[in-house]
């Protein structure tokens, strides 16, 4: 990956709705090639998806829980099992296994702290293999989520 790619992939990860004309025009290509190079990147996985970025409480789910999940037992299937049930939950924005403990660690959606406890009451806590589920919840949001830096 050259320096026009990273380029490439700075001003899509800013801007998904640019057009190719746009993004030509940006990192100093013509059509064809800018064209090419942002196919190649998205047939290569380099660039997974574009998608919108929503304010939570303009849709009614400013409420955010972390969940960091302990497992009652790690045997491949239990795990495999979590995780197939995990992506399930629509009000999971994210999901990590982690090293170490907790085994888990869950980004949670919510409309306020009674949606919260029924989603936890209802289906995370009888995800397969759960032993423990601890609940922090989220005051403030200090780094938004944001692009991932195209230089090392």
Do not use: W
């Amino acid at each position: 990956m050259d320096a026009i790619d990273q380029q490439i992939l700075a001003e899509v990860q800013e801007n998904g709705r640019l057009t190719i004309t746009e993004l030509a025009d940006r990192v100093g290509l013509s059509l064809s090639p800018c064209h090419r190079r942002l196919r190649e990147l998205e047939s290569s996985g380099t660039i997974r998806g574009y998608r919108a970025v929503l304010d939570p409480a303009a849709v009614g789910l400013g409420f955010e829980v972390l969940v960091s999940v302990t497992m009652r037992q790690e045997d491949r299937r239990t795990l495999l099992a979590f995780e197939e049930a995990v992506r399930e939950i629509p009000a999971v924005t994210q999901a990590q296994r982690l090293f170490g403990d907790p085994d888990y660690l869950l980004r949670v959606a919510a409309a306020d702290i009674a949606s919260y406890q029924h989603l936890e009451d209802d289906q995370l806590a009888l995800l397969p293999g759960v032993q423990r589920l601890t609940s922090t919840i989220v005051m403030k949001q200090v780094v938004e989520p944001r692009a991932l830096p195209t230089r090392a």
